[in-house]
Structures are given as C-alpha cells and as structure tokens.
Nanobody
Framework: VQLQASGGGLVQTGASLRLPCAAS????????MGWFRQAPGKEREFVAT????????QYGDSVKGRFTISRDKAGNAVYLQMNSLKPEDTAVYYC?????????????????WGQGTQVTVSS
C-alpha cells in the first residue's frame, strides 16, 4: 500500500491544521493506521493511532486533547486534526499502516509509511 500525506504548512501558534493521508494500491481497511512526527535532531515520535474500525484511538501525551485522529468508512484514508498548535509541534508528520488491525503506538509495528508532510508552527 502506498501512502500520501498532505496538508502541512506554516501556521501561527494557536492555529489549526488538518492532515489527510490517502492510501492507494492494496487496501488498508483491515489495518490500524497512525501518525508519527519527527523534528530536526530528534527521534520519530508517536502522535496518534486508530484501529481498523475507527472506534479505538490512542494519542501521545504531548498531543492529547488537541489532536484527533479519524479515518473514512472505506478505511483507505486517515486524518489528523490538529488544534491549538504550538511551536513544539513543528516536525515532519508521517502517516503509516499498521501490521495488525488494532491501534499501534510503536513504529516497529507499522509496515508502510508515507513520505511525510512538513508542519511548522511559528511563535
């Protein structure tokens, strides 16, 4: 499965962004999906994950209450709604398809990754 993330950009503190990620090729409808991010000089960080049905989500501590992950009914797109953005949210955001149906917080449990979309939050 191929993933294409988009929607990144330069915004000010407190703004909102919505990142879509479209899956093509083989279906991802039976797999969990997730978002990770990586800032310059830092390790890749778990952001959010959702199970195959869309009913079970988990979030990284730094984004809880501000970010929301969702997926479409066909299961081939995942979205990350980001509200109340902070400068520390600046990173390249990656979407990914999990190995299994459930949510997954570790990057080793993902099999396909998108190319990433840059989010920059100015203070």
């Amino acid at each position: 499965v191929q993933l294409q993330a988009s929607g990144g950009g330069l915004v000010q503190t407190g703004a909102s962004l919505r990142l879509p990620c479209a899956a093509s090729g083989r279906t991802a409808s039976n797999n969990g999906m997730g978002w990770f991010r990586q800032a310059p000089g830092k390790e890749r960080e778990f952001v959010a994950t959702i199970d195959w049905s869309g009913s079970n989500t988990q979030y990284g501590d730094s984004v809880k209450g501000r970010f929301t992950i969702s997926r479409d009914k066909a299961g081939n797109a995942v979205y990350l709604q980001m509200n109340s953005l902070k400068p520390e949210d600046t990173a390249v955001y990656y979407c990914a398809v999990a190995l299994k149906a459930g949510p997954a917080t570790k990057s080793r449990n993902y099999k396909s990754w998108g190319q990433g979309t840059q989010v920059t939050v100015s203070s």
